[in-house]
């Protein structure tokens, strides 16, 4: 099992994404292990959104590859699979949490519904069995379960953002992508997220992929960190000696504009 | 009944031209072969309004012949508008007989009901349809949920019940209730009450679906296995009726509920009529027949 153990979960090599002769990023190379929290900054327009979209298979690379170890232990090339498989990687070992949660919640259907969606897709037909992990999960991503039948759309923002988290970790996924996951939420509601994320985190064994232009974020969640600038990355290394002592004169930069309150 | 033989009325036989029929009978050899799968097709423009039945015209009109005996029923009656007015339009563009008679007929253009009287190898019963699309409230792309049907992934058609459950405390889906076609692709049984569905399953009839103003059509075969979905701790039911028909007294049929005056007076019957007329005439009485016998009375009738 060591030898499993040790092997990366995601590999990326020499992603490259090209918008006609603009460059999206450029040469991007990742490894990233099992339960391991990596935060992807920069400025917007650097490119991480669109790395973090073509890791997630929601945007085709123009050049590289991205390989995977499934459930099975198996390396797999992404770019190979059918769209089934990719699909059902998608909804089942990988989750996708977004800034705007109602691109991920089905606005019109209860908590409940939006949790169970997942376990449903992969055949569970049992109606109370489905509502108890439901409940579960609304008490581990801190929603009162009185709400369970009503639909976000009556939900505050912090609580869309924790039901598309609940949504997402349901079925136990391994790899988690985030995109800037507590942008647009205050900062007392953004402190709770991210405190609740962490232990999340820790107690699931979750390898987290996370894009945020917020440094404070990035020190607080992640183990590593990666600088991305005009598409490239220009350094790489340990979140805490990275944002500590930066060597690029960008990352220098970066850290310097924090505002301190 | 009518007399068969077209009349010179000027119509092609069936109102469509014929390669407008064989697109059509193209989409439904498709459809047949691919149980429960949503075929396009070129739908054409109707002399009546979308709603009113043009999916099913169209593929009866594709299917029918010089032999065959129509019968058109909405809501199970043969004798309602929309019934009488599709009756007409074949009589007139074909001129085949036509017929109030389940046992009789060898196409039956339907709204929203199955007959009650099961249905017989060698009849095609063709279904009326308005949303094809059983995913469509849950999901408005069409481009994703056909790809959810191709891929079959059919989780969200439970997240429906589940609501259903969560919101009523049971499935209250009471119409148009989703069914999985020989264990492959969920369908929509057309607004047929769910009492329906289990007629549909293995049934011994061809069962045509055509849906006008979406430009699809679906077949069963026959003798296909039609599943409506469930859970496990909420199995599929259908509608159950407390009394009998108060005109032929018959248990375990769909009944209407009609409004006999404005003193709260009321009745529930048959709302397949040929199925009521016929037991009226075997001698079944209904509690309430005794008193509505001139205007309800079970006097046999054809067209005209």
């Known amino acids: 099992m060591a030898m499993t153990d040790d092997a990366p979960l995601l590999v990326a090599n020499g992603l490259t994404k090209r918008y006609g002769h603009r460059i999206g990023c450029e040469n991007v190379d990742l490894t ?43 390396m797999r090339d992404l770019t190979l699979l059918n769209e ?34 997942r376990l449903m897709g992969l055949g569970w037909r049992h109606y109370g069995n489905i509502r108890n992990e439901a409940l579960d999960w609304l008490d581990r991503v801190e929603i009162d379960r009185n709400r369970i039948d009503d639909a976000p759309r009556a939900f505050s923002g912090g609580m869309r953002q924790r039901l598309l988290i609940a949504k997402n970790l349901v079925t136990k996924p391994r790899l988690v992508f985030m995109d800037e996951p507590t942008g647009g939420l205050d900062v007392s509601v953004q402190a709770r997220i991210i405190d609740f994320l962490r232990g999340l985190v820790a107690d699931l064994d979750l390898a987290v992929i996370i894009v945020t232009h917020d440094l404070a974020v990035a020190r607080l969640l992640s183990t590593r960190i990666m600088v991305m ?13 990275v944002l500590d002592d930066p060597h690029a004169p960008y990352t220098q930069l970066l850290v310097s504009s924090v505002l301190q309150a | ?59 009866t009109a594709a299917v029918i012949g010089t032999e065959d005996v129509l019968k058109v ?42 007959p009650e009287r099961p249905l017989q190898a060698g009849q ?81 009839a061809l069962q045509l679906f055509g849906a006008g103003r979406e430009k699809r059509i679906y077949a069963l075969p026959p003798y296909t296995k039609v599943k409506s979905l ?24 769909y009944l209407d509920e009609v409004i006999l005056d404005d003193q709260g007076g009321r009745m529930f019957a048959c709302s397949d009529t040929d199925h009521c007329e016929t037991r009226r005439v075997d001698g079944h009485r209904g509690l309430l027949l005794g008193d509505a016998h001139g205007q309800v009375g079970g006097s046999r009738h054809g067209d005209d």
């Open chain 1, 32 to 74: 990233l292990y099992a339960g391991e929290v990596l935060a992807i900054v920069g400025e917007s327009g650097s490119g991480k959104s669109t790395l973090l979209q073509m890791l997630s298979l929601q945007m085709m690379q123009t050049r590289g590859d991205i390989s995977y170890r499934m459930r099975d232990g198996q």
């Open chain 1, 84 to 117: 089934a498989e990719r699909r059902l990687l998608m909804r089942t070992d990988w989750g996708y949490v977004s800034q705007d949660a109602t691109l991920g919640l089905r606005m019109s259907v209860s908590a409940g519904g939006n949790v169970g969606e």
């Open chain 1, 229 to 241: 600038r005009d598409g490239h990355v220009i350094e790489t290394g340990l979140t805490d000696q």
């Open chain 2, 1 to 59: 009944m009518n007399s068969p033989g077209p009349k010179a009325t000027g119509y092609n036989f069936g109102y469509l031209d014929e390669q407008t029929k064989r697109m059509i009978r193209r989409a439904i050899l498709k459809a047949v072969a691919i149980p429960g799968y949503q075929v396009p097709f070129a739908s054409r423009e109707m002399p009546m309004p979308y709603g009113w039945g043009t999916g099913g015209v169209q593929v």
């Open chain 2, 73 to 114: 029923i909405d809501q199970g009656s043969d004798d309602t508008t929309n019934a009488v007015s599709i009756r007409k339009f074949f009589v007139r563009t074909s001129g085949v007989r036509t017929t109030t008679s389940t046992a009789d007929a060898s196409i039956i253009q339907t709204r929203h009901r199955i």
């Open chain 2, 124 to 204: 095609i019963i063709v279904y009326q349809v308005p949303i094809p699309e059983p995913l469509r409230f849950l999901e408005p792309r069409e481009t994703e949920t056909r790809r959810m049907h191709a891929l079959e992934e059919y989780g969200l058609m439970h997240v429906k019940l589940y609501e259903d459950i969560a919101r009523h405390k049971t499935i209250a889906t009471t119409y148009a209730y989703p069914v999985k076609v020989d264990g492959r692709y969920v369908m929509d049984p057309s607004p047929t009450p769910k009492f329906d569905n289990p007629k549909m399953d293995m049934s011994p």
């Open chain 2, 230 to 253: 469930d859970f496990d701790d909420h199995p599929f039911e259908v509608n159950r009726f407390t009394t009998p028909c108060g005109l032929c007294n018959a248990t375990g049929v």
